[in-house]
């Protein structure tokens, strides 16, 4: 289940319902999707089979025209490069959806009049950043993301960067499944 901090404000949230309600009001889309469909090592095409239905369902409604598994480890050639282009504040043209099978990131989401959303993602979650929203991603420690990523233009998406300089202003902080109490609570209650 994602973890929604506004450091400004001092607030973290991690309850199904509220994630989705606070993510809304920066107009991102947010679910949590059943994971026991896919083992940890399946395929690419397994988990796009596994997923088939939701996948289209995106594509109908979002205009998406492909989709595909990106699978992010530290040892990936190139990984400083990659992450350094989206680790700066930018917007797309298109929308960036993610379903997030494995690992963890944080997406960092400018609402507007100093308030930053920071949106930390791991398996299960589904997330939706409109075109035009202001934001920025990186990885948690581990460095380690694997995801459903949808897209709109088969060539992908570039970043087009505000450097308004918001994101020098915070740290990635991935809290982990255990640091917040109510988290560890909840899942051992399941």
Request: aromatic share 10%; proline share 5%; hydrophobic share 40%.
């Amino acid at each position: 289940m994602a973890v929604v901090s506004i450091a400004e404000e001092g607030t973290a949230v991690t309850e199904e319902k509220a994630v989705r309600a606070l993510l809304s009001t920066v107009g991102v889309e947010y679910e949590c999707w059943d994971l026991s469909r896919v083992h940890e090592n399946a395929t690419a095409d397994e988990v796009l089979a596994a997923y088939a239905d939701e996948v289209e369902e995106l594509k109908a409604r979002c205009g998406f025209v492909t989709a595909d598994v990106v699978d992010i480890t530290p040892e990936l050639p190139g990984l400083d490069g990659m992450l350094s282009k989206f680790d700066k504040e930018h917007t797309h043209s298109d929308d960036e959806v993610r379903f997030v099978i494995g690992g963890r990131g944080i997406f960092f989401l400018n609402g507007g009049e100093g308030r930053v959303l920071s949106v930390e993602v791991v398996p299960g979650d589904m997330i939706r950043v409109p075109r035009g929203t202001s934001h920025w991603f990186t990885l948690c420690t581990e460095r380690r993301i694997r995801a459903i990523r949808w897209f709109q233009d088969p060539a992908g998406w570039s970043p087009n960067y505000t450097w308004s300089g918001v994101d020098r202003e915070f740290e990635p902080l991935c809290f982990g499944p255990t640091y917040i109490p109510s988290r560890a609570t909840n899942v051992i209650s399941l």
